[in-house]
Each structure stands twice: as structure tokens, then as C-alpha cells.
């Protein structure tokens, strides 16, 4: 019995690092209607330096007011589950975020990124639903930057 609870352990942990990508990926891509579906629908998110954003329709609207012509990428890397059980999980990411102009020149290397690189973290807590696993709070922060 120990053996399966194991398997449902490393599910779950493989389950959350998934939505930790997959959100950054979808913010991305700029499909904000999907990434909320990826939240609870009461959940809570604060933006790095902002308030608490809560409930899916505020978390959309938030990310619907960013200039379109931003374009990012996130490379998350070093998640860690913590405190997980069948039902819940916690966990922490860290993040690099590089950003560029989407009207800047598309080179033989892509687009030049811009001067200012940020590494951060997501500091999430994660319920099992059911629709499936959701992020019930995310707290993203900055922790340092390169100009």
C-alpha cells in the first residue's frame, strides 16, 4: 500500500510542476482565458508590487490590460512540491522572465530582447478539484534584475 501512495505522491508532484509551466506558458502565448481556467474560481493572485486579484475574472483582467505588443517568456525551473497530500499541495518556483518588443526587427536570432532581465519566484498553492488540480493562490514576486 506504501508503494502506491508513492505513485500518487510523484503523480501529484508531476501534476503541479505541469501547472506551474503550463501557466507560464499560456501567459505567453497571451491566452488569459485559458490560464484562468488553470485557477481556481475564487482563487487569489498577486501580481509582482500588486494587489490581490481575486476570482478568475479579476485574475483575466488583469492580464487582458497588458500592452499586446509585450512579449515575454518565462522560464520556470526549480519547482519544489511541499506539504502535499491527496487533496493539496504546496509549491514554490523559481522564474526568469526576459521581455521584448513585438515590434522590434525579427532577426536571423529572433527579436532583441529587452535591457532589463528578472529572476522571481511563484509561490503557489494548489487544490485537487473537480476539474482537476487548480492553483487556489499564487504569490509571483521579483527577487533581483539585470539591466
Known amino acids: 500500500m506504501e508503494h502506491h501512495l508513492d505513485a500518487d505522491m510523484q503523480a501529484i508532484h508531476t501534476i503541479c510542476k ?3 509551466v503550463r ?5 505567453d502565448q497571451q491566452n488569459y482565458e485559458a490560464l484562468v481556467q488553470l485557477f481556481t474560481p475564487d ?6 508590487g500588486g494587489e490581490p486579484l481575486v476570482g478568475r475574472a479579476q485574475i483575466l483582467a488583469s492580464y487582458q490590460s497588458k500592452p499586446k505588443e509585450r512579449l515575454t517568456r518565462h522560464f520556470v525551473t526549480n ?4 506539504e502535499a497530500d ?3 499541495a ?5 522564474v526568469l522572465l526576459w521581455s521584448a518588443a ?9 527579436r532583441k ?15 485537487r478539484t473537480e476539474e482537476g488540480w487548480r492553483i487556489a493562490q499564487r504569490s509571483a514576486s521579483f527577487q533581483m534584475y539585470r539591466e
Open 90 to 94: 504546496r509549491m514554490t518556483s523559481y
Open 43 to 48: 482563487a487569489s493572485l498577486v501580481r509582482p
Open 113 to 127: 530582447a529587452d535591457v532589463r532581465q528578472v529572476a522571481g519566484q511563484f509561490d503557489d498553492y494548489l487544490v
Open 79 to 82: 519547482s519544489v512540491v511541499y
Open 102 to 110: 513585438a515590434d522590434s526587427p525579427l532577426e536571423a536570432f529572433g
Open 18 to 20: 505541469d501547472l506551474a
Open 23 to 27: 501557466t507560464a506558458c499560456l501567459v
Open 86 to 88: 491527496l487533496n493539496s
